[in-house]
């Protein structure tokens, strides 16, 4: 039995190849009566790029180089921060305008969410935290063999999700 799709997560980087995604989501949607909770995640540095940099550079090097750029890497961290509400009124615009956009059905954009972690866990959670049935996301499509090989944030995606992921082809 094909399960029912209520809720539909749109998640977003925000680039110009998202408005496919996004229409791909909206007509999802619509077909489903369906409505959307739209998400975009700030993603923070992890342990494993600092385990990776210390590996590349040293610890001695890393830990002179953390220190010297330890004010900067801060205003770096406060951007990525005071960018959250602007992502976020974006996000509000962009519902706003998907409200009719599927043949002149009315698309119920629950939430715009913009939350900040490791990418393909904030996703999941999301997803499962909001009751959505289905994850919409873009891939590239020239990229997919890289990213399967690497353990992309798709691939991690698709890996941990209990719920179905539909992926949109993105062409470069």
Do not use: W
């Not at 998907?98 to 969410?113: E, F, P, T």
């Amino acid at each position: 039995m094909i399960p029912t799709i209520k809720k539909v997560l749109f998640t977003t980087d925000l680039s110009d190849h998202a408005k496919e995604v996004f229409t791909q989501t909206i007509r999802l949607a619509g077909s489903c009566q369906a409505s959307v909770v739209m998400l975009h995640v700030i993603e923070e540095t992890t342990s494993n790029t600092k385990n990776l940099v210390i590996d590349l550079m040293g610890k001695e090097v890393y830990e002179k180089i953390e220190k010297e750029n330890e004010a900067f890497a801060q205003n770096i961290m406060l951007g990525k921060r005071k960018e959250a509400p602007i992502i976020q009124e974006t996000l509000e615009k962009l519902a706003q305008q998907s409200r009719s956009m599927d043949d002149g059905k009315k698309i119920q954009v629950d939430r715009a969410l913009v939350t900040e972690g490791n990418i393909a866990e904030e996703i999941v959670l999301q997803a499962e935290k909001n009751g959505c049935d289905v994850i919409v996301m873009g891939y590239h499509v020239k990229n997919i063999i890289v990213e399967m090989m690497l353990g992309g944030k798709t691939r991690q995606v698709m890996r941990h999700s209990k719920i179905p992921v539909h992926l949109v082809p993105i062409h470069d």
